[in-house]
């Protein structure tokens, strides 16, 4: 979902923005290159978040439109090839959604007791992707509760019948529920669940005068090919103005100044030069080849992994191509400790994956399958979309929960098929089907156990089959 947007009808948000001109370009054109190569890095998760609110909170005739703000939406089904919203989504966790607005006063959401043997988890995003806190199984067990998601400038004490307060650092803030199914029988369970979560301003929650409302935001329409051209700054001006500065990033965002970054702001494309343009685009494109080399030489062959991408601001440690990566290849990931996420984009012969030229296939030796406490998923992908594929079997993934029907190899260990043609009829239980071209895969291990951080386990590398 890569979104453009033009100069004139541009909605601005009333309470941050007047007519003004907006910061100063000041930078001369090679400095203002260098800035906005750092600038789109930091800025491009931020906006992609932004398209992804925007469908799901605002834009209420749109087809994955979710809830308003701060209520909750359920999707009671697992996500198919029919849904765009969001890149590199799973279908193993029907999904829950509230976008957090923080600015008048907290969120209180409550999560029902759920048997031991499911595995749920609440994880809580601020407006740069990164992952603040979790509720559910691991953080917080099955017992549910009452938790409050307060943003920045809040400075109320927690009520005694709150079970825990979380910060967020910046004012919109989005709660994302994972809800495991175990196969289409146990669906009504999970919309039973679901029913249960529950999202409520603090004072509807502690039956108080709720305090004035928070004034109205005038959302900019997203529009085609916005993250791919200097139009980013735009938004990205838009969405700093729910995310007050952090002492870490004062440098950082006074050198962004430069170019006509700030938070709130105007950006005034129409209004630079052909020079200043060209530095601004020239800076992009240098970021894209970053981040291009990075893929092929550290994510490809998996020197770093998922878990190097997602994660807190400490996490992280500043390192914004690291967050890039982990907007630009699969937005709202989990973290570490949560998940594991094993990307595949090429074959042991280091070849970029593409079923219009070989079947595939990945092979798990017996007593070594995917080491996780609640449970693993291999998913398909179209490499040009970044979503799920259409298939006659409507089969997206192959999970551990699947095991009991899929055909074991004669010693005991486990051969699944990437392919876009089926294979042998005694084969089809353990097919997963890709499309005819590029893909790629991800393998999701859930709570996963110490092996898979300290490199006991090691990984299975695809394999293609001889032409």
Known sequence: MHIAVRTAGFGLMTMFVSCGVGADFTATPEEARSIAKEAYLYGFPVVEMYKTLYAQAVDKKGPNFKAPLNQIGNTAKAFTARDTAFVTPNADTPYSFVWMDLRAEPLVLTLPPIEEHRYYSVQLIDAYTQNFAYLGTRSTGNNGGHFMIAGPHWQGQQPQNIDRLLRSET????????????????????????????AETLS??????????????????????????????????????FAPAQDVE????????????????????????????????????DAKAQFADFKKTRIDTHEVTSGDFFGTRDHLKGNYLYRYAGANLGIFGNSAEEANYISYFVDKDEQPLDASKHDYTL???????????????????????????????????????MLPDLKLDADGGLTLYLQSKAPAKDLQSNWLPAPNGPFYSVLRLYLPKPEVASGQWNMPLLTPAAP
Do not use: C
């Open 171 to 198: 004012d919109i803030a989005y709660a994302l529920y994972r809800t495991q199914l175990f196969d289409d029988k146990d669906l009504a369970k999970v919309k039973q669940i679901q029913k249960g979560y529950k």
């Open 204 to 241: 509807h929650f502690d039956k108080h005068k709720a305090p004035p409302a928070a004034a109205k935001i005038d959302w900019p329409k997203p529009e085609p090919n916005m993250s791919d051209t200097p139009d980013l700054f735009r938004y990205l001006n838009f969405m700093l103005a």
């Open 250 to 285: 004062k440098d950082l965002l006074a050198r962004f100044k430069t170019i006509g970054i700030e938070a709130g702001k105007p950006f005034n494309l129409v209004k630079l030069s052909a020079d200043q343009r060209k530095a601004l685009e020239d800076g992009i494109s």
């Open 363 to 401: 092979h798990f030796d017996k007593d070594a399958l995917p080491p996780a406490e609640a449970f693993w998923s291999l998913t398909m992908y179209n490499a040009r979309n970044k979503l799920l594929v259409a298939n006659p079997l409507n089969r997206y993934l192959i999970n551990s929960p």
